[in-house]
C-alpha cells in the first residue's frame, strides 16, 4: 500500500511536471525569437549608418531610453537583476521567496530590452528563473506546501536552460549539481520530465539541429593528449581570474558619482554603440561567434582582440546588474581560448590547424566547469549542444583539470558567490513557527558516515524525522546508523531553513574527527 501511494505521488509529480516543462518550453522560446528579432533590428541600424548617418541619433536615443525604461521597470525588484540563476538557488534553499508574476514580466520585458540590444549577455540565467517562477506559479495554483513548491521550481529552472540550449540533460544535471545540491529522486525526475517537455516544444519551433554545432574533421590523437592536459590548467587558471574580475564589478560600478544602482544600465549601452558601429558581428551573447570560429578561425591578433573585447564588455555588461546570464559570454570566451592556444600550438608545429575546432570544443567545455565548478555539467552541456559524443574524455579531462586549479586556488562556484555578495531587499518569510522540510544528501567523506543519531548534534529547532535509503525510508532512531548515500529528512521551522541548511552542508564536506 505504501508502494503504491509512493508511485502515486511520482506520478503526480511528473504530470506537474510536465505541466511546468510545456509552458516553460513555450515561455523561453518566444523569449528567443524576440532577442534574436532584436538583434537583427539592432545590427541592421548599426549597419546602415555609413548610408544613412542620422541613424546614429536614433541609437543613442534608444541606448538612452531603454536603459532608463530598465531601471524603472526593475525599480523595487532586485530579483529581476542579472542572470536569476543565484536567485533561483535562495529560493531553494530557503534565503527567498518572490512574486513570480512580478519575475516573470518583468524578466522577460527587460531580458529582452537589454539582450536584445546587442550587449554582451547570456540567455541562459533569465530562462532559467522564467522557468523557476513558471514552476512556481504552478506549484501555487496547486496550493502546494513549501518542500513541493521547491520541486517544481527546481523542474522550471531545468526546463529554463533547456529550452535556452536544447540540452535537457545538461539542463536537469545543472539544476541538481549547481543549484539544488540534492539529487533527490523527485527533484531529479520532476526536473527531467519537464526539461524533456521544454525542449521538445522547443525543437518544435528552432529545430533539431544542435545550438553550437561546430564541424569536427577529425578526433584529437592520443598521443597529443598532454596538450589537453595544458590547456585545462591553463582554462582553470583563466576561469579563476574571470571568477575575480566579476566580483569586483559592483564596486568598480558603484564609485560611479550620483547614478542610482537601478540605472548602472546606462553605461553598458552607450559603450555598446562603438561596438556596434565598428564591430556588429560581434554583438550579442556569442553563440554567433562560436558558429563563426568552428567554420573559420581568424588570424592570432583578431582573436586576441575579440577575447579582450569579449570579456571587458561582458564585465561591463554583467557588472551593471541589467537582467540578463554570464552563461553563454563564458562560452563564447571559452571557445577563444581554445582558438587561441591551437592557433598559437599550430604555428609552433606542435599540431595541425585541423584540431583548432577541437580546442574550440574543449575550452568552452573547461571554461565552464572552471568557473561554474559544475565540471559534470560543463561535459554533458557541450555535449548536447556540439551534437556530439567523440569528445567526452577530452572534455572530462579539461572540465576536471580546470574545476581542480580553481578550486585549489580558492575560486568558488560563481553563482554561490554572486548570491553571497547580492544586496537583496526582498527576503525570506520569516514568520516563526511555520513548518518545512529539508532533505539532505550524506556524502562519503563527511562527518555524519558511520554515526549514530545520536552522535550527531543537531541543529536547534530541526528535528530528524527520516532517512532515505534506496527506495526505503528508515525511520530514525537513537542508534541509527547513518551511511553514505542516505538521504536526511528533517523537519524545521521555515525562518531557520537556510541556516539550517548551510550548517548541516558544512558538517557534511568536512570529515569527522579522529
Excluded at 450 to 470: C, E, F, K, T, Y
Aim: proline share 5%; net charge neutral.
Amino acid at each position: 500500500m505504501a508502494l503504491f501511494k509512493h508511485d502515486r505521488t511520482q506520478f503526480n509529480y511528473i504530470g506537474k511536471g510536465l505541466i511546468v516543462g510545456i509552458l516553460t518550453g513555450f515561455v523561453v522560446s518566444l523569449f528567443r525569437l524576440l532577442i534574436e528579432v532584436a538583434l537583427k533590428l539592432w545590427m541592421f541600424l548599426y549597419q546602415n549608418i555609413p548610408a544613412h548617418p542620422l541613424l546614429i541619433l536614433l541609437i543613442l536615443a534608444l541606448c538612452i531610453g531603454i536603459p532608463l525604461l530598465i531601471g524603472w521597470l526593475i525599480k523595487g525588484h532586485s530579483d529581476v537583476t542579472g542572470s536569476g540563476i543565484p536567485q533561483v538557488e535562495g529560493q531553494l534553499i530557503g534565503d527567498l521567496e518572490m512574486n513570480w508574476w512580478q519575475v516573470l514580466w518583468r524578466k522577460f520585458v527587460t531580458g529582452v530590452l537589454g539582450i536584445g540590444a546587442g550587449l554582451f549577455l547570456g540567455r541562459e540565467g533569465p530562462s532559467i528563473q522564467l522557468g523557476a517562477a513558471v514552476g512556481q506559479g504552478i506549484a501555487e495554483q496547486f496550493n502546494e506546501n513549501r518542500s513541493f513548491k521547491r520541486i517544481l521550481i527546481a523542474g522550471g529552472a531545468a526546463s529554463g536552460l533547456s529550452a535556452a540550449f536544447n540540452a535537457p540533460i545538461a539542463g536537469t544535471l545543472f539544476v541538481l549539481e549547481e543549484i539544488y545540491h540534492n539529487f533527490s529522486p523527485l527533484v531529479w525526475i520532476v526536473s527531467l520530465t519537464g526539461a524533456i517537455s521544454a525542449d521538445f516544444v522547443s525543437s518544435s519551433i528552432f529545430g533539431l539541429l544542435p545550438v553550437l554545432h561546430v564541424p569536427v574533421t577529425r578526433n584529437f590523437p592520443l598521443f597529443d593528449y598532454w596538450q589537453i592536459v595544458l590547456f585545462g590548467l591553463l582554462l582553470g587558471l583563466c576561469g579563476y581570474i574571470y571568477q575575480r574580475v566579476l566580483l569586483v564589478m559592483p564596486k568598480l560600478y558603484a564609485k560611479i558619482p550620483k547614478l542610482p544602482r537601478i540605472y548602472h544600465g546606462l553605461v553598458p549601452f552607450l559603450l555598446v554603440i562603438p561596438i556596434g558601429i565598428f564591430w556588429a558581428d560581434t554583438l550579442g551573447g556569442g553563440n554567433a561567434l562560436i558558429l563563426a570560429l568552428g567554420v573559420h578561425t581568424p588570424v592570432l591578433l583578431i582573436l586576441i582582440g575579440l577575447f579582450l573585447l569579449r570579456f571587458l564588455f561582458s564585465m561591463v555588461s554583467y557588472g551593471s546588474g541589467l537582467p540578463g546570464g554570464i552563461f553563454l559570454p563564458i562560452l563564447s570566451l571559452g571557445a577563444l581560448l581554445g582558438a587561441i592556444y591551437g592557433t598559437i600550438m599550430a604555428r609552433v608545429g606542435l599540431l595541425p590547424n585541423s584540431l583548432i575546432a577541437n580546442l574550440i570544443i574543449f575550452g568552452m567545455a573547461g571554461y565552464f566547469a572552471g568557473i561554474s565548478k559544475a565540471p559534470f555539467t560543463a561535459i554533458i552541456l557541450i555535449t548536447e549542444m556540439v551534437g556530439s559524443l567523440e569528445h567526452l574524455l577530452p572534455l572530462a579531462i579539461v572540465s576536471l583539470l580546470a574545476y581542480l586549479i580553481v578550486d585549489w586556488l580558492g575560486g568558488a562556484p560563481i553563482y554561490q558567490s554572486l548570491l553571497e555578495r547580492m544586496t537583496l531587499k526582498k527576503k525570506a518569510d520569516r514568520s516563526s513557527g511555520q513548518l518545512d522540510r529539508l532533505e539532505i544528501p550524506v556524502f562519503a567523506d563527511g562527518s555524519f558516515v558511520n554515526r549514530q543519531v545520536r552522535d550527531i548534534r543537531w541543529p536547534d529547532r530541526s528535528l530528524l524525522i527520516a532517512i532515505r535509503r534506496g527506495e526505503h525510508e528508515i525511520i530514525p532512531h537513537g542508534d541509527t546508523l547513518i551511511r553514505s548515500g542516505d538521504h536526511l529528512i528533517l523537519m524545521i521551522e521555515t525562518d531557520i531553513r537556510a541556516n539550517v541548511y548551510n550548517h548541516l552542508q558544512q558538517m557534511n564536506t568536512s570529515s569527522p574527527k579522529e
